[in-house]
């Protein structure tokens, strides 16, 4: 307890000294007035009825890209209608022609290296949480929720669903995006009069970035702080939602070439969604099905620590960062969603748990406070000895000051039935937390602070997390200093801990130079520290890690980096970096200090034919290290496109240890035929894991946000090389509004 202590309140007295600082003031407050109409419009990207030439434009966009300081050059003009039930949303997208890149017709492509036009919705004027819909050229659809004030792109989570219509035309120098998203996708407050609103956009033929409300570019394209204001001509009135009903109906076939058996298995069940006014939404699953038709990318990891791995589940998503933004994401998070749904088997590996129903009540109680309560029943698996738990998380988050929030945590695993293999130490796990995050109004200082306590049987005393972070972020500089302490004790079954017993200190240092006339359009130099003590091991310094990185962002927006890098590692357990059963491991309690150069080249991804390679050249722990990383892309647009990543490891460390070559292959085509029907192959090669899979889908939107699947799922053990599971799967989703 006492080891931690100093460092919260360090850290809580500095972010109380830049609470109380002068604020940000804007760089422009822009303004569109949002007109009332009667009739509801076609949604045909005409823009042709007499409504959209009464409404006012939001224009002069400012770049962003490659530079911040003038108007584009392609200007874009974005109207905007509304009544009792929609809001329209008419785009002119100008274009020094109509060659514009389309790599895919899929929904919720990626923005980058193709033509598109993006809209952010901060209903709640609270610079925290926004809603998100975008266009390409072609009238591809994608759609997101952003949180966390959106200063980082890991706070924007694209995969979440909504109904909406959207059209589009090409012509001679210009696009026309023409949009109608029911107001009941929003939430917002009854007799609101003013949302707050960007617009950006990707223009491939100028090599140009631009916003409407204007972003420096040491800011992300995201950010919730540089916005303007969509003010309604008359209140917005309580919203008339619909209750969608999602059954699922999924059956397989499997055959387990091990034990040579052949296995069926049909299941139903389905999600409800229930709107609660304008503002919450009770979402409900019964009997759900969270295997996932598209599978995770396998990773190699030569590191002593597990992998985080993005939740995909629909269930999950709504207000995810409610629950999910608490603590440490890469050392000690309270709550990690794809923890519930899998466990492990008794010889130690991740598998399915089945889970029996959940709710999930999350949402606005009014503008400056947010509430999320999720509960979700588990099976019991006897013949791999896992319980049957009880999951409940509480989340209360309070917005203070212009953009900044304090949060509130609670965190319960409740064994609802003590089997005879259920030991006392397992019966709970609990964790209580608070968190603040600091975001001034134009996100020049930004930081978080919390402390959490766990509660198990028979645990330590050891058992708090605490730490945080203050960031400065200018056009040219940023200075960031971090800190974190994780009991020995500290236990967060429902969580990601990545270790246990540690203090550390993370210092980062950030330069960006912006030339004038050159190729070059930034060049950036960052040096970041991290230092790692043992508290009950008498603070023994045991990671330590010094890097000093040098940036070059190209103007034809293809990018290299170069880094030098330093390691010290004081191995408290037996390790073998190979991975390998049956190397000798580094033994524990030795020490070591290492060094290594990578080079990371990224060309231009507007291009037929991108690519992206990195190689890193080094000392290894007491040994070397060689690997070579590439990710190469390939479009034939709009019907097709293909990647090839691969990555290969050679290590080789002094006899008795061990020498191996590691490799990954991950080839992947995708043909998207129509905007609804899609078929994507994907297949994996890990010799780590001695792992060779093939998954290939197809995908049938026959109705919006309801698709029929067809999947074939292919694994092979490669030592010898032999088939271990084939399944194929069919699974049918069908949204229905009522």
């Not at 969509?230 to 619909?242: A, G, H, R, S, Y």
């Amino acid at each position: 307890m006492k080891s931690f202590k100093p460092l919260f309140y360090l850290f809580f007295c500095l972010g109380w000294q830049f609470l109380s600082a002068q604020q940000d003031r804007n760089l422009e407050q822009k303004e569109i007035h949002v007109k009332w109409i009667e009739q509801e419009l076609t949604i045909d990207g005409a823009l042709n009825e007499s409504a959209w030439g009464a409404a006012e434009s939001a224009k002069d966009f400012w770049q962003y890209f490659p530079t911040d300081s003038i108007l584009s050059e392609s200007q874009t003009e974005i109207k905007m209608l509304f009544d009792n039930k929609y809001l329209y949303i008419g785009i002119k997208v100008y274009a020094r022609g109509n060659n514009f890149i389309v790599p895919s017709l899929k929904r919720d492509f990626d923005a980058r290296g193709n033509d598109n036009i993006n809209l952010l919705f901060d209903t709640y004027k609270d610079g925290a949480n926004a809603f998100f819909f975008g266009s390409n050229s072609a009238g591809v659809q994608r759609e997101a929720l952003i949180s966390g004030g959106g200063a980082n792109y890991r706070d924007f989570i694209n995969t979440w669903d909504v109904k909406w219509e959207n059209e589009s035309k090409i012509h001679a120098d210009h696009y026309i995006a023409e949009m109608k998203i029911p107001l009941a996708s929003f939430k917002f407050r009854d007799q609101e009069t003013v949302w707050r609103f960007n617009s950006y956009r990707f223009d491939t033929q100028s090599n140009d970035i631009s916003t409407w409300s204007r972003i420096p570019q040491n800011q992300t394209l995201t950010n919730l702080a540089f916005m303007g204001n969509m003010i309604f001509e008359k209140p917005l009135n309580k919203v008339k939602t619909q209750f969608a009903l999602i059954p699922y109906v999924s059956g397989n076939v499997t055959k387990d070439f091990d034990i040579d058996k052949t296995t069926t298995d049909f299941s139903v069940g389905g999600d409800a969604k229930i709107p609660i006014g304008n503002s919450m939404n009770l979402d409900l699953t019964i009997n759900p099905d969270f295997s996932q038709v598209e599978v995770d990318e396998l990773v190699i990891n030569l590191t002593r620590f597990e992998v985080f791995l993005p939740e995909k589940r629909q269930f999950f998503i709504d207000n995810a960062d409610l629950f999910s933004d608490f603590g440490n994401a890469r050392a000690a998070n309270p709550f990690f969603s794809r923890r519930i749904g899998i466990a492990e088997d008794l010889e130690g590996d991740n598998i399915e748990n089945s889970i029996i129903a959940g709710a999930r009540l999350s949402g606005k109680i009014n503008e400056n406070l947010r509430i999320g309560v999720l509960n979700i029943q588990t099976a019991e698996d006897v013949a791999n000895e896992i319980p049957t738990n009880n999951n409940t998380v509480v989340a209360v988050q309070q917005k203070v000051f212009s953009r900044s929030t304090v949060g509130l945590i609670f965190v319960n695993r409740q064994v609802t039935k003590m089997s005879d293999f259920v030991q006392d130490a397992e019966e709970f796990n609990r964790v209580l937390g608070l968190d603040f995050n600091l975001r001034t109004e134009e996100n020049k200082w930004i930081g978080r602070y919390y402390l959490h306590k766990s509660f198990a049987p028979e645990a330590g005393d050891k058992d708090f997390s605490s730490g945080g972070y203050l960031e400065y972020n200018t056009r040219e500089w940023k200075f960031n200093l971090g800190s974190t302490y994780v009991g020995e004790d500290f236990q967060a079954d429902l969580g990601f801990v990545r270790r246990n017993d540690i203090v550390t200190v993370d210092p980062v240092a950030t330069r960006v130079f912006y030339p004038i006339g050159s190729k070059v359009n930034t060049h950036t130099i960052e040096v970041r520290a991290n230092s790692t003590w043992s508290p009950d091991l008498d603070f023994k310094y045991t990671e330590g890690m010094v890097d000093l990185e040098y940036q070059i962002q190209l103007r034809n927006q293809s990018s290299i980096e170069m880094a030098l890098n330093h390691r010290y590692t004081y191995l408290l357990e037996d390790f073998d970096p190979t991975g390998s059963d049956e190397g000798e491991p580094l033994p524990a309690f030795s020490e070591y200090s290492y060094s290594k150069l990578d080079l990371t080249y990224e060309s231009d991804r507007r291009k037929d034919f991108s690519f992206t390679a990195r190689t890193d050249v080094g000392q290894f722990f007491n040994g070397y290290r060689y690997s070579l990383t590439s990710d190469f892309r390939l479009r034939l647009q709009p019907y097709f496109t293909a990647s090839f990543r691969s990555s290969y490891n050679y290590i080789d460390l002094p006899d008795p240890y061990s020498t191996a070559s590691i490799w990954f292959v991950g080839p992947k085509f995708e043909f998207t035929f129509t905007k609804n029907l899609f078929w994507s192959t994907f297949i994996q090669y890990n010799s780590q894991d001695e792992d060779f899979s093939i998954n290939s889908r197809l995908q049938w939107r026959f109705k919006p946000l309801s698709d029929l699947y067809v999947v074939y799922n292919d694994n092979y053990k490669t030592t010898p090389f032999a088939p271990g599971t084939r399944a194929l799967i069919l699974k049918f989703t069908y949204w229905i509004n009522i």
